[in-house]
């Protein structure tokens, strides 16, 4: 799994990007430049494997299956693909809560942690599936959890006690600079129910 990939949604419908045209052009590779390998109808739904952005790009790139043969793979920009997002049982959330601006989950799934955050003001997915890790505690007598999440230089802190207080921090990964730092209500979860 590429870092990118940890990021991406996991499935999508293609759409055209013309008012003429039903057909989407899939790519053997992310650039209009590559041969098409396959047209793709509007509607279609296709598994989403990966995600790109090359240099000097305006567009980002999605490598998706197409098909049930084990070649049917190609690559489509952003504009002819609408995002699907999947929430995970409840029973794999370790802790779902909100905050003033955000709606955060926690899960786990084949042995890996992900954190999920919506951004409840500009009605958008911040982050989707991305990887997480669970921080080890700093002194034996905390009773706080935490987890943390990087994309884009960009960290997503989670701090909380089971049954208690909840913090949400977003930071730059690089400098430390806090850009959101909010309390959580409403928290739920495995991790969040257990002591």
Do not use: C
């Not at 039903?22 to 509607?43: A, D, F």
């Not at 089971?162 to 979860?189: C, H, M, W, Y």
């Amino acid at each position: 799994m590429t870092d990118s990939q940890a990021s991406t949604p996991s499935q999508g419908i293609l759409k055209t990007n013309s008012d003429t045209i039903n057909t989407v052009n899939i790519r053997s590779g992310p650039s209009l430049n590559r041969r098409v390998i396959h047209e793709g109808k509007e509607g279609d739904k296709v598994k989403i494997l990966d995600q790109t952005k090359p240099a000097g790009d305006t567009h980002a790139w999605y490598k998706v299956k197409f098909g049930s043969e084990a070649d049917d793979i190609g690559w489509v920009r952003e504009d002819v693909i609408e995002l699907t997002y999947t929430n995970p049982a409840d029973a794999s959330t370790l802790l779902y809560f909100a905050t003033d601006s955000r709606t955060v989950r926690i899960y786990a799934e084949e042995n890996q942690i992900y954190m999920n955050v919506y951004n409840n003001r500009a009605e958008k997915t911040e982050l989707y599936a991305v990887e997480a890790t669970r921080l080890p505690k700093v002194d034996a007598e905390s009773k706080f959890k935490s987890y943390v999440a990087i994309k884009d230089n960009t960290a997503y802190y989670v701090r909380f006690i089971p049954f208690g207080e909840v913090d949400f921090i977003i930071n730059n990964a690089t400098n430390g600079n806090i850009t959101l730092q909010e309390k959580g209500f409403r928290a739920s979860g495995g991790e969040y129910q257990k002591q």
